[in-house]
Nanobody, 114 residues
Framework: QVQLLASGGGLVQPGGSLNLSCATS????????MGWFRQAPGKRRELVAR???????IYSDSVQGRFTISRDNAKSTLYLRMTSLKPEDTAVYYC????????WGQGTQVTVSS
């Protein structure tokens, strides 16, 4: 059974930081390209960061320079370090393999507001 358990979200002021984690099971994490996605209210889910098994990374323009994706293959866990957060970063954040063939997990809510 595939499980993608994102955690670490919360309420933060603009300019603040958060560290997200996504613990996975039931997938061959170490060989898969993985991504962080987000979905804001009324908007489509979007890919914000991706990392290959070799550590090659691509960010969306909206988060480039502010977010850092990383992975721990031994722990089958994906991470997202988010800094200089903006109100427009408010969304539910999810992880999934690429392409996202697995059922989406519960996600973790990130709210950026003063």
């Amino acid at each position: 059974q595939v499980q993608l358990l994102a955690s670490g979200g919360g309420l933060v002021q603009p300019g603040g930081s958060l560290n997200l984690s996504c613990a996975t099971s039931g997938i061959h994490f170490s060989i898969l390209p993985m991504g962080w996605f987000r979905q804001a209210p009324g908007k489509r889910r979007e890919l914000v960061a991706r990392i290959t098994r070799f550590g090659d990374i691509i960010y969306s323009d909206s988060v480039q320079g502010r977010f850092t994706i990383s992975r721990d293959n031994a722990k089958s866990t994906l991470y997202l370090r988010m800094t200089s957060l903006k109100p427009e970063d408010t969304a539910v954040y999810y992880c999934n393999e690429l392409p996202p063939d697995n059922p989406w997990g519960q996600g973790t809510q990130v709210t950026v507001s003063s």
